[in-house]
């Protein structure tokens, strides 16, 4: 499409992670191990939260919607960059590429406010565990639910805007596996220092204060934990432990990326394969398999199943 003598750009050229075509063909397999374990073990978290009422809490509530993010997340991402593991030219149309960047940071930035919330929640259920039911209430989590969709929508509408706001005519070819704002707007026919500035004063301040409010809450949570019991002291650090390391890789990379100038690192797509692939996936190794209560409910699913399956079995014999 010409407009006057600019040639707008109709699509964008990814490079990928390697160029050796029998690399990408073993990534492919890895990946797509990564990518279904993502989803399976995700989707077994909700389906077990749901099915148990003993899980019915706000803890486990807000695990719930973490696990449903980090599918959607993955999933943004993830079966494009699986597809062109088996291809030579590795494009996407300019429509493509804002969707992609739009729903990226929907997530991403859902997720950030969502694991804020959840630290907020460790905090009343340590700190404050007589008045726990009161704080954290069945209208005050969905309240908070829908703060932190509403908080996401609004950034990743505001960085839509400004990427759509500028001129593309060249060149297309973007560093990575994926669409990122960062990225695109670099490629932009026009001086982009201002909007440089202000994606670092959305999505880089936005880490950076959830980061901050993150450490100061679990620092009071350790020094409240200090006249516990050892059982229950023990308990409190594992959770804080896990959310701690999931915090740790997704800010992590978000400040990493957010909060420098638009240009493009050797580390850049490792960082942004943890983004997109480790993190996602120790959300249900972490809160899964280091959490009695989800285990014994996953086997109480188990139980239910098999002894619907056993009752279904007899009746048909019958």
Known sequence: MILGNVTTVKAFILSGLTTSHNVELALFAFFVVIYTSILIGNVLIVVTIVHDHHLHTPMYFFLSNLSFIDVCHSSVVMPKM???FLTETKTISFGECIAQMFFLHLFACTEIFLLTIMAYDRYAAICN???????????VCLQLAVAMWLGGLIHSLALTALTLNLPYCGPNAIDNFFCDVPLVIKLACADTYVFEILIVSNSGLISVVCFVVLVVSYVVILVSLRNRFSEGRRKALSTCAAHLTVVTFFLGHCIFIYLRPAKSLAADKIVSVFFTAVTPLLNPIIYTLRNEDMLNA??????????SGGKDSRQCSL
């Open 129 to 139: 565990p007589l008045h726990y039911t009161t704080i954290m209430s069945r209208q």
């Open 298 to 307: 996953l086997n109480k699913l188990r139980g239910r199943q098999v002894t």
């Open 82 to 84: 699986l597809a062109d």
